[in-house]
Nanobody, 123 residues
Framework: QVQLVESGGGLVQAGGSLRLSCAAS????????MGWFRQAPAKERKMVAA????????YYADSAKGRFTISRDNAKNTMYLQMNSLKPEDTAVYYC????????????????WGQGTQVTVSS
């Protein structure tokens, strides 16, 4: 079992940057594909980005392309989401998730979820 804890959220002005972190427990972090999701008030949760177990392959939702970068450090059991050029519409609770597969997975069926971290972008 994997426990995930997000951090790094906060309040930032439009155009600013934040880096989210997702710390995972356990010794098998490198065996999990990972993803970042977000959920804005009164909206469905949506994928933002995904990364395979090795960190070599990534996927981005259209809303994240060119502005966000997903990465992972398996030695530190941590995944990151670097968010640049933030917009008010990026305001949401951001969740990290893990799936027990090695390959890149851009779906919704993840096995483990963190508790979320709030990102608020002011205009």
């Amino acid at each position: 079992q994997v426990q995930l804890v997000e951090s790094g959220g906060g309040l930032v002005q439009a155009g600013g940057s934040l880096r989210l972190s997702c710390a995972a427990s356990g010794r098998t972090f490198g065996s999990y594909a990972m993803g970042w999701f977000r959920q804005a008030p009164a909206k469905e949760r949506k994928m933002v980005a995904a990364i395979d177990s090795s960190g070599l392959r990534t996927y981005y939702a259209d809303s994240a392309k060119g502005r966000f970068t997903i990465s992972r450090d398996n030695a530190k059991n941590t995944m990151y989401l670097q968010m640049n050029s933030l917009k008010p519409e990026d305001t949401a609770v951001y969740y990290c998730a893990a799936r027990r597969v090695l390959e890149l997975y851009a779906g919704e069926e993840y096995d483990y979820w963190g508790q979320g971290t709030q990102v608020t972008v002011s205009s």
